[in-house]
Nanobody, 123 residues
Framework: QGQPVESGGGFVQAGGSRRLSCVVS??????????MAWFRQSPGKERECVAA????????YYSDSAEGRFTVSREKAKNTAYLQMNLLKPEDTALYYC??????????????WGQGTQVTVSS
């Protein structure tokens, strides 16, 4: 399918914003666009899904912690998904992963994971 590659992580102060990008490289069947999802994991905690977007881009999913602050979107022509994060809190500090789903709707299994990009929010 393809390999997700995340970027955009870094340090940000509480209340600030950050936009993460995920580009899916490699061979991909453009006729069947898969859902994409953003997960995060901090030390001692399980990996959680914070947002997902359908293959068409028309449907989105947010966790309770992300609802109202994060926005997920995608540009199909660029095989890219974005996670715009606003009003960041120290508890948003985590390694953020992009996952390529195995089908075009969410929820779905993840067929391919990125390496992750670190977001650190200081108080």
């Amino acid at each position: 399918q393809g390999q997700p590659v995340e970027s955009g992580g870094g340090f940000v102060q509480a209340g600030g914003s950050r936009r993460l990008s995920c580009v899916v490289s490699g061979r991909m069947n453009r006729a069947y666009v898969y859902a994409m999802a953003w997960f995060r994991q901090s030390p001692g905690k399980e990996r959680e899904c914070v947002a997902a977007v359908s293959g068409s881009g028309g449907k989105t999913y947010y966790s309770d912690s992300a609802e109202g602050r994060f926005t997920v979107s995608r540009e199909k022509a660029k095989n890219t998904a974005y996670l715009q994060m606003n009003l960041l809190k120290p508890e948003d500090t985590a390694l953020y992963y992009c996952g390529l789903a195995s089908r075009n709707i969410w929820p779905s299994d993840i067929s391919s994971w990125g390496q992750g990009t670190q977001v650190t929010v200081s108080s």
